[in-house]
């Protein structure tokens, strides 16, 4: 009884202007005005909030004062979350008419959260256990909570005593960035690993299974970090290390011993190696030994009490029935011995065969009215057939029983009766046993309907209706279609915005048994429609743009289709990182729903540098800088900028990733490079500017033109060639490239499979000369393969040909073809595949190239790539030179990293020209294709 009064007290509190003025009052006043008073915040966000109570609350002028819709009003307001405080003062109840006023202090939102001190634990990792979200309430009352999160997710991640230090600051009037400072302090060191009772294996061939053990390569190394949730995971690496060895009893326990003043533990594993299990079979006529082999589970989930054994001989006689033994034995020995002071359990399985039973044919008998060849389609009980056998499975012909009775059902047959027969022949030299088998079917009855009617459906709906449902008068009556067509009915509704009808089908048997009509018993309840949609959380990108793509149109009936597509396209758009939606008002079942979309925006202002080196640039140097979402209309403004030892390149632009509304990515750029080839006679200076388009179609498809007008100059480097003044004239060229790209490659980090494919095709038109007048077609191919887990199957292809179209045949060389080096052939340097008679690289109007490699995965990262190049120049327009292909392979080494490898290669030339070098090394950063 307290707790009820202490209940009513606290809504009377909360509540209080509401129930102020009941007792002086019998009949309630009418609403004079509806007044917002929003206290605080920016005139945007004010407006926005003005705009969005007012739709909310369940008063209008002249309505009656109703204290349920004041409490749904409340109620409402406060599950939009932007709303620290909602006052509505008390009422003058004895008056005829009352203004209501409602004062609104909108919440504080968090704009910015700033993590320091935090890796290698990352940011997204502390943010994960906190409740803090841009764009969401700021919870005052909650930093405690949070620093505790964050200090047990560190204590974890091996940090002893970490220090957590949560500032909230001011950002702007009712915005607050939150600074959660970190001192990680001193990381729980492991200090020892021992293992005892390993005899097969030694302590160091078992540590460098594990994650949580570091070798110590360097005086200044401190040790491996302790990560809890680790050591578990190593136990199952060593577990499943120890049972792929044929230890399938193997069992590893370990103890911590940690010593709180040096931060320091010690793990000690204790190693029950058990015996090595040897495995034989015999009588195994049908299936290859590798293949049983497949079914053993002891030597992946081991064989704890021989349970691991006898799941494995269920396995296997499963395998034999699927084949069609029906009568197979399949009994295992066991023996233990010792060998070289090492137990050894020898299990030895024997298999009886005992004939095989195959279907010769299968039938269907009583079924004349029927389509047999389609019910036979059914049946998976069938002869042999192009690689199918035929054999005899009695789960699937009991089954193939239920299917047959079930075809029969969904085509209206009531009472169907379905028993199957086999007659066996005697067994053959072969030791094969082949059956006839029989359906014989008694089917019943076709009910068919008389007559689909409507309750409770207008007639305009009616019609529409009677199109999108699948039975008919005159068709035969199926159950679950009737159940199919009325969720059908349903959905139809919830998109006319009856999202609250209730469709019930009732079954009606006319007088004579083989007829019947269904009638569907509607309640639509009222209509729903469309109260508003708002967005909250862009502190920076415009609404315009987060509604570009709005399906829900306000005032207009609820769709749910629609809903989802809202979803859909707020999420695709590029500088939105987070979006949560909200349906207000749909469990109250109220005739209007408000729609919320809080947003989290990606950081908008980017630096990015990157510094390396590979055997084709030597040094280099990278740096992009930009804003991600320039003047809040989700366009990128970016400015690159790449140095190496070749020259340098750069480029000023803008992107739209959403150009006309028409999910075309469109970027405008004017850039500047020079550049020096290795190897290359040459070089050339380009300045321009280019307009390029981009739209993905379907999931993997992109089509995109691109237009250029650059000016270009091609200059002389160290070369004994003779000069040809034309050549080396400044061109003014026009380009139109037209290219389509098809990628279903899982990672471009660490590719493992999928296809790639590019092809395009580029018009050049010279203003100046009529040198570069021409058409470069270009394709490209990837295709990435996993055979087995340690092993990568990677392939590339590369097309090219240039068709002159000026009066001119001869090219500027910096828009030849060229073949050699790293990306290409490697062995070959840089753009060295052809050398002419001056001894510098030639180029060629035509190139195919091709490579072949193999990716194997040794453990700890390190990775044995190897591979065969080949490629070919032609059309070089220089004479006496060599034009077949050549090839070349190699291997090397490649580390990998977080992103991507970093690898030295040896290429090495299996048809070297006279004179020509064997192979040389090649140095890279990332995977070469």
Excluded at 2 to 23: Q, R, T
Excluded at 168 to 187: N, S, Y
Excluded at 837 to 862: C, H, M, T, W, Y
């Amino acid at each position: 009884m307290n707790k009820k009064i202490i209940l009513l007290i606290l809504l009377m509190f909360f509540y209080g202007p509401v129930f102020a003025g009941d007792a002086v009052k019998d009949t309630l006043p009418f609403v004079n005005s509806v007044k917002i008073e929003i206290l605080g915040g920016k005139p945007l966000r004010r407006e926005k909030l003005q705009k969005m109570a007012t739709d909310m609350i369940r008063f209008k002028k002249g309505d009656p004062f109703s204290h349920e819709r004041l409490f749904a009003s409340i109620e409402l307001l406060k599950q939009t979350r932007q709303f620290s405080h909602i006052e509505v003062p008390d009422q003058d109840w004895d008056a005829a008419f009352t203004d209501i006023v409602f004062r609104l202090t909108p919440s504080k939102l968090v704009q910015d959260i700033r993590v320091k001190g935090s890796f290698p634990v990352f940011k997204n990792e502390i943010m994960d256990v906190t409740d803090y979200r841009v764009g969401d309430p700021f919870i005052e009352n909650s930093l405690e909570k949070n620093i505790n999160s964050i200090k047990e997710l560190l204590k974890k991640n091996g940090y002893t005593h970490p220090l957590v230090k949560i500032t909230p600051e001011q950002a702007g009037g009712l915005e607050v960035a939150i600074l959660i400072d970190i001192e990680k302090g001193a990381f729980l060191k492991i200090s020892r690993i021992e293992f005892h009772g390993n005899k097969s294996f030694s302590d160091t061939n078992l540590k460098m299974k594990m994650n949580s053990y570091e070798p110590s390569l360097f005086f200044w190394s401190k040790g491996k970090r302790s990560i809890k949730g680790e050591i578990e995971k190593d136990i199952k690496k060593l577990l499943s290390f120890y049972r792929k060895k044929r230890f399938a009893e193997a069992v590893i326990t370990h103890h911590l011993e940690k010593n709180e003043q040096a931060s320091t533990i010690q793990i000690l594993f204790n190693i029950d190696e058990g015996p090595r299990y040897r495995v034989s079979f015999s009588g195994n006529q049908q299936f290859w030994t590798r293949t049983l082999k497949k079914d053993l589970t002891v030597f992946t989930k081991g064989n704890k009490n021989d349970f691991g054994l006898k799941k494995s001989l269920k396995n296997l006689k499963k395998r034999y029935l699927k084949a069609g033994y029906m009568d197979c034995n399949i009994k295992y020995t066991a023996k233990n011995m010792m060998e070289n002071g090492t137990p050894v359990r020898e299990i030895h399985i024997l298999i009886e065969e005992n004939g095989r039973n195959l279907v010769r044919s299968s039938s269907v008998k009583g079924a004349e009215p029927m389509d047999e060849q389609a019910l036979k389609n059914e049946i998976l009980t069938r002869e042999k057939a192009f690689l199918y056998d035929g054999p005899f499975v009695d789960t699937i012909f009991q089954d193939d029983i239920k299917g047959v009775e079930n075809y029969y059902r969904n085509q209206g047959f009531i009472d169907t009766n379905v028993t199957g027969d086999i007659t066996w022949d005697k067994k053959n030299e072969e030791g094969v046993i082949y059956g006839d088998v029989i359906f014989f079917v008694q089917q019943g009855y076709q009910k068919t309907i008389k007559e689909v009617r409507f309750q409770g459906l207008p007639n305009t709906l009616e019609e529409e209706v009677r199109q999108i449902i699948g039975i008919k008068p005159g068709e035969p009556f199926v159950e679950s279609l009737v159940q199919k067509d009325r969720m059908a009915i349903l959905s139809y509704l919830a998109e006319k915005g009856y999202i609250y009808a209730k469709v019930e089908a009732q079954v009606t048997p006319a007088k004579e048994k083989e007829n019947c009509s269904i009638e569907f018993h509607i309640d639509k309840h009222s209509k729903v429609s469309v109260g508003g949609v708002w967005v909250f959380g862009n502190f920076r990108t415009k609404d315009s743009v987060l509604k570009r793509h709005n399906t829900i149109k306000e005032n207009e009936p609820v769709s749910l289709n629609d809903f989802v597509e809202l979803q859909k396209n707020v999420r695709n758009i590029n500088i939105i990182e987070r979006a949560n939606f909200k349906a207000l008002g749909i469990q109250e079942n109220y005739d209007q729903l408000f729609f919320l979309v809080d947003v989290e925006e990606r950081k908008p202002y980017f630096f990015e540098a990157s510094l390396g080196y590979d055997t084709a640039r030597d040094a280099y140097l990278s740096v992009s800088i930009g804003d991600r979402n320039f003047l809040g209309m989700n366009r990128e403004l970016f400015w690159d900028a790449q140095i190496s030892g070749t020259g340098y390149d750069t480029e000023l632009g803008i992107k739209d990733f959403d150009f006309m509304s028409r999910y075309i990515s469109a970027q405008f750029s004017v850039y500047a490079s020079k550049e020096e080839l290795k190897n290359q006679g040459f070089g050339s200076r380009k300045y321009g500017s280019k307009l390029s388009f981009e739209k993905d179609f379907f999931q993997y498809l992109k089509l995109g033109t691109s237009f250029n007008l650059e000016s270009r100059e091609q200059y002389q480097v160290n070369s004994a060639k003779g000069v040809d003044p034309e050549i080396y004239d400044t061109r003014g060229i026009a380009k139109i490239t037209p290219f389509l790209t098809w990628s279903t490659v899982n990672s471009f980090v660490k590719p493992t499979k999928g296809f790639y494919f590019n092809a395009s095709v580029e018009y050049n038109k010279d203003l100046l000369e009529d040198l570069d007048n021409f058409i470069k077609y270009r394709v490209k191919a990837k295709y990435y393969y996993q055979a087995f887990p340690r092993l990568v199957l990677a392939f590339q292809g590369m097309y090219g040909f240039i068709q002159n179209m000026g009066i001119d045949s001869k090219l500027p060389d910096d828009q030849l073809f060229f073949l050699g080096g790293i990306k290409d052939l490697r062995g070959f340097g840089e753009n060295e595949l052809i050398i002419d008679s001056f001894g510098d690289p030639a180029g060629g109007k035509e190139q195919l190239a091709g490579s072949v490699e193999a990716r194997i995965d040794l453990g700890k990262n390190f990775e044995l790539p190897i591979f065969l190049d080949v490629g070919s120049l032609k059309d070089t327009r220089s004479s006496g030179i060599n034009e077949k292909f050549k090839f070349t392979m190699g291997t090397g080494i490649r580390y990998m990293t977080p992103l991507g490898p970093v690898g030295l290669l040896y290429g090495y030339k299996l048809n070297p020209e006279d004179g020509e070098d064997r192979g040389r090394f090649h140095f890279s950063i990332g995977y070469t294709f």
